[in-house]
């Protein structure tokens, strides 16, 4: 039975998931391409992720497909109790509730396994991370897909140190997940959780963003657009270089410190701004993070200098220091686009939740052939949900002649 807040909240929950399938058109396609043949009868797939409209679809789509469902989401601040209940009342079992303690989180993920899946959709890596101290949990695993950046980190570790124990597909190293889903989703919805939460100006604002990865970058050209004086700090020199060359001025966070209007981090890395930062910044600045785990701002250094903390309005944390200044912390330093926001575009998670799909499918056709190792997304599948993205866009693709191919040695 189901662990959720309130059941009664499913008419929303319903009505949100019918507006997000109207633009999900490949997820569309693929609910039209294999409904009939039910590729997932008689296996059981575990989700562990954020739990709201799109991927609501997503879990409906799998058993469509044929697969028994449970469903938990990745972050207990990113799960929505509507959607909840709406799946709840489609016949999906979901362990989730917004705002969770920690105690509750880890014991929804561990009811969501214990019905043994064969496959996991996992984000961030608590799924794989509870399946190898409890390896009585994956007794039936065929393997799983991981959805984000740090998740795939995560994993690589484990290759490296022997303790990846079933196979796993890097779904966020797909062409069709990074470079829209990082890149735009973020982009977008973090200045759209942002302006929101605040109802603040961000043109003519000093904005720093730590990092020029894929969310990075999307976010700091967003902030271009939408008027701002960008600089973006990073640690890898190539990228500090294609950020210098993308015209963002480029700079320590120690120098970036004092001339912040907003702060915002995506890097994957701890600590990306601390103590040493907080003691140099403007009064009433606003820092945010959009990475996978809320560690890239260092609470507890902002609370050790802080005399008092209040919240200012929802999402908005304002902490005080001993100096009077104010610092003001965003959705609690976890993901800004997701806990305060909508999360990424229904459009954009299209193409993400359709590699998951394909990857699914791909596990139980494959899957006990393969070894217990990170594998990347098979490129027909990547080349086929970009195929029917740009059909259902309407946009044309040209194709190399058979003289083209061969002057280009393909
Ligand atoms: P990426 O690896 O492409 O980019 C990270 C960048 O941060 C790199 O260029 C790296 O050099 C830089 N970096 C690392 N440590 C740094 C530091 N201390 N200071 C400055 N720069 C630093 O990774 P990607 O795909 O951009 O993901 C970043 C994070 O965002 C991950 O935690 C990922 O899981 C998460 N993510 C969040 C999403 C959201 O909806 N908010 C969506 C997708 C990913």
Redesign the pocket.
């Known amino acids: 039975m189901s662990i959720i807040k309130n059941p009664e909240l499913y008419p929303l929950g319903l009505q949100k998931i019918e507006w997000v399938k109207r633009f999900m058109p490949v997820l569309n396609e693929l609910e039209r391409r294999y409904s009939d043949k039910k590729p997932l009868k008689g296996l059981r797939v575990s989700l562990c992720i954020h739990l709201e409209a799109k991927t609501a679809y997503l879990a409906l789509l799998l058993r469509e497909l044929g697969a028994d469902v449970r469903a938990t989401g990745s972050n207990p601040l990113s799960t929505k109790d509507e959607i909840c209940a709406a799946l709840n009342h489609l016949g999906i079992e979901v362990f989730a509730i917004h705002g969770a303690t920690d105690e509750e989180y880890f014991e929804h993920i561990r009811k969501t396994l214990e019905f043994r899946p064969h496959i996991i959709i996992d984000d961030?890596g608590d799924f794989v991370e509870m399946l190898t101290n409890e390896p009585e949990l994956a007794e039936n695993l065929i393997g799983g897909c991981e959805e984000?950046?740090?998740?795939i980190h995560r994993l690589r570790m484990r290759e490296r140190n022997g303790t990846l124990n079933f196979p796993m597909i890097a779904v966020?190293d797909a062409n069709c997940k990074?470079l829209f889903?990082?890149v735009h989703?973020?982009g977008q919805?973090?200045w759209d959780a942002i302006m929101f939460t605040t109802n603040n100006m961000v043109s003519g604002k000093t904005v720093v963003v730590?990092?020029?990865?894929?969310?990075?970058k999307g976010i700091a050209n967003r902030a271009k657009g939408l008027g701002a004086n960008v600089i973006v700090?990073?640690?890898?020199p190539y990228?500090a270089l294609e950020a210098a060359m993308d015209g963002f001025r480029v700079m320590k966070?120690i120098d970036a410190a004092p001339l912040g209007d907003i702060f915002i981090t995506?890097?994957?890395?701890n600590d990306?701004i601390n103590k040493q930062h907080y003691e140099l910044m403007k009064d009433d600045c606003m820092i945010a993070n959009?990475?996978?785990?809320d560690v890239e701002v260092n609470k507890v250094d902002l609370r050790a200098l802080s005399v008092k903390y209040e919240e200012s309005k929802p999402f908005i944390e304002t902490y005080t220091l001993s100096t009077g200044k104010r610092i003001n912390l965003l959705a609690d330093g976890r993901?800004v686009?997701?806990v305060a926001g909508n999360?990424?575009p229904a459009e954009i998670m299209d193409l993400s939740f359709a590699i998951q799909t394909l990857c699914v499918l791909h596990l139980a056709k494959n899957g006990t052939k393969l070894e217990n190792r990170l594998y990347d997304v098979p490129d027909e599948i990547d080349h086929d949900v970009a195929m029917i993205k740009l059909k259902a866009m309407g946009l044309g693709l040209d194709e190399l002649t058979g003289e083209q191919k061969e002057y280009m040695g393909i």
């Open positions: 961030g984000t950046t740090t998740g966020n990074h889903d990082n989703g973020t919805s973090v730590a990092g020029y990865g894929f969310c990075s700090t990073e640690v890898n990228r966070m995506a890097t994957g890395c990306v959009a990475g996978h785990f993901l686009n997701i999360g990424h």
